[in-house]
């Protein structure tokens, strides 16, 4: 059992919790990520790592409220446990020589893009955040990003806080002004990266994205995190999750990405339900 040692609700449907998991954490590093089972009867979810303690032995994720297992997850407390805490999974981020780079998050994202800026930032790049919200109360780590960039800046889709407009308005305006940027990492939305990755193909930047679709076994033995990079077939969990932006077919993954979209919303129904109807 892995017992959850703290619990923070970041907005109304973001949540943190570090999960004492010592052999995890004294392995794990930024862009990996784990396969957890709240109980015997749960599903397996993957969550990248948001960041983790190896002396004191946490691993911290953070995830939505969006489906049954999230859910349930998040009406556990500091104190109780899970059963399953799997990991460390996929391949490493690799960021060697790089000098000057511009992390960018959208929405959850943001939670991917944190440990990816705190390890470029200890290797002594110097990096730009952006980072893209719809509205101000869904920001989330802006005090993170701020002790690990050079620059961070913020963008609202209703302007209610920072900038009004996209991550992509943003990178513009820095190219344009001038900033020379030897990679893009970009985490969020698939929408978000391929218009990132679109923009930075035509520009001449190097762009890594996250690729984190529907995972079940973790091994690449079941094919559901299956994507096409490069013409060729790749499997998130095992070949990434990192990617070369420009050689991702977002198109396809976009249209994977919504295959069980009815099956998740059956599950939200039963589990609003009460009694035996919660399954």
Same mark, same amino acid.
């Given at each position: ?19 004492? *998991? ?9 862009? /990996?990520?784990?396969?957890?089972? @709240? ?17 004191? &032995? ?13 859910? /349930? ?7 109780? %446990? @899970? ?6 999974? #996929? ?9 000057? !780079?511009?992390? $960018? #998050?959208?929405? +959850? ?20 955040? @952006? ?17 690990? %960039? ?11 806080? &920072? ?13 344009? *002004? ?37 995972? $079940? ?5 079941? &094919? ?10 790749? =499997?998130?969990?095992?070949? #990434? ?6 050689? !991702?077919? =977002?198109?396809?993954?976009? +249209?994977? %990405?919504?295959?069980? *979209?009815?099956?998740?919303?059956? *599950?939200?129904?039963?589990?609003? /339900? ?6």
């Amino acid at each position: 059992m892995y017992k959850i040692t703290d619990k923070k609700r970041l907005n109304e449907q973001v949540v943190q919790m570090d999960v004492l *998991a010592p052999d995890v954490a004294h392995k794990v590093l930024p862009g /990996q990520f784990i396969i957890l089972r @709240i109980d015997e009867m749960g599903e397996r979810i993957p969550l990248t790592v948001a960041d983790f303690d190896r002396e004191a &032995g946490w691993v911290r994720v953070i995830f939505q409220e969006v489906g049954k297992t999230t859910k /349930q997850l998040g009406m556990l407390e500091t104190g109780d %446990s @899970i059963i399953d805490f799997v990991g460390p999974l #996929g391949i490493p981020s690799h960021f060697e020589g790089v000098k000057k !780079v511009c992390v $960018i #998050g959208g929405g +959850l994202g943001c939670a991917i893009a944190y440990p990816q800026a705190k390890a470029l930032h200890a290797a002594g790049a110097e990096v730009d955040v @952006i980072v893209g919200f719809r509205t101000e109360d869904l920001i989330i780590l802006k005090e993170d990003f701020e002790a690990v %960039s050079a620059n961070l800046y913020i963008v609202t889709d209703d302007g209610s806080y &920072g900038k009004k407009g996209l991550v992509t308005d943003m990178l513009r305006e820095n190219v344009e *002004a001038g900033k020379k940027y030897d990679l893009v990492v970009a985490i969020g939305p698939l929408i978000m990266m391929k218009f990132v990755a679109l923009y930075t193909k035509e520009v001449g930047i190097k762009t890594i994205v996250s690729m984190n679709p529907i995972m $079940i076994d973790g091994t690449g033995m079941c &094919g559901g995190c299956r994507l096409t990079v490069g013409g060729k077939t790749k =499997f998130a969990c095992v070949d #990434g999750p990192d990617f070369d932006g420009h050689q !991702v077919d =977002f198109d396809e993954a976009m +249209l994977r %990405s919504r295959t069980y *979209a009815e099956h998740e919303r059956e *599950a939200d129904c039963r589990l609003n /339900q009460t009694g035996d109807d919660i399954i």
